[in-house]
C-alpha cells in the first residue's frame, strides 16, 4: 500500500513545484516590464522639464518685431517634444513698445499691466520607436508662464 502512494504523491509535487515556478516566472515578467516602463516615463518627464526651460530661454530671447513664435521642436535620441505656443497675453493688446507684433490671433488683450507678458503654450512629448522601448510615451503638459 506505501509503495502505491508516492508515486502519485511525487507526480503531485512535481506538477505543484511546476504551477509555482510558472508563476513566480509571470510575476517576474511583469515586474520587469512595469520598472522599464516606469524608467522611461521618468526619462520622458525630465525631458519635458528640459523642453519647457528651453522654451521659455526661446521666448525670452526672441525678437518679436520678426514676428511670434508659434511652434518649437526638441529631440532627443528617446524623444520628440513639439510645443504649441496657444497665446500671449499683452496689455491692451501690444507689445512693450507699443506695437503689436504678433498675428492677432495669438494676442489675447488683458486689462491690468501686472498680468503683461504671459505665454500659454503645450508641449507634448512623445517617444521614438526603438526596440528597447515596450509600450510608446506620450505626456502633454500646458503651461501659462510669464516672460
Not at 523642453?51 to 513664435?69: A, V, Y
Not at 501686472?114 to 520607436?129: A, D, P
Request: aromatic share 12%; net charge positive; charged share 20%.
Amino acid at each position: 500500500m506505501r509503495k502505491g502512494f508516492n508515486l502519485p504523491f511525487t507526480i503531485f509535487l512535481i506538477v505543484v513545484a511546476g504551477l509555482v515556478a510558472s508563476l513566480w516566472l509571470k510575476v517576474l515578467k511583469v515586474s520587469l516590464v512595469t520598472t522599464v516602463d516606469t524608467y522611461h516615463k521618468k526619462q520622458a518627464l525630465l525631458f519635458l522639464k528640459s523642453s519647457f526651460q528651453h522654451t521659455i530661454f526661446k521666448l525670452q530671447t526672441h525678437n518679436r518685431q520678426n514676428g511670434c513664435l508659434k511652434n518649437l521642436t526638441f529631440t532627443s535620441k528617446k524623444f520628440t517634444a513639439q510645443v504649441e505656443i496657444k497665446r500671449y497675453y499683452f496689455f491692451n493688446g501690444v507689445d512693450n513698445d507699443g506695437m503689436q507684433h504678433c498675428e492677432p490671433k495669438l494676442v489675447k488683450a488683458i486689462k491690468t499691466p501686472q498680468s503683461n507678458g504671459y505665454v500659454l503654450f503645450k508641449i507634448v512629448v512623445t517617444s521614438k520607436e526603438t526596440p528597447k522601448t515596450l509600450t510608446p510615451i506620450r505626456i502633454t503638459r500646458t503651461f501659462l508662464e510669464r516672460l
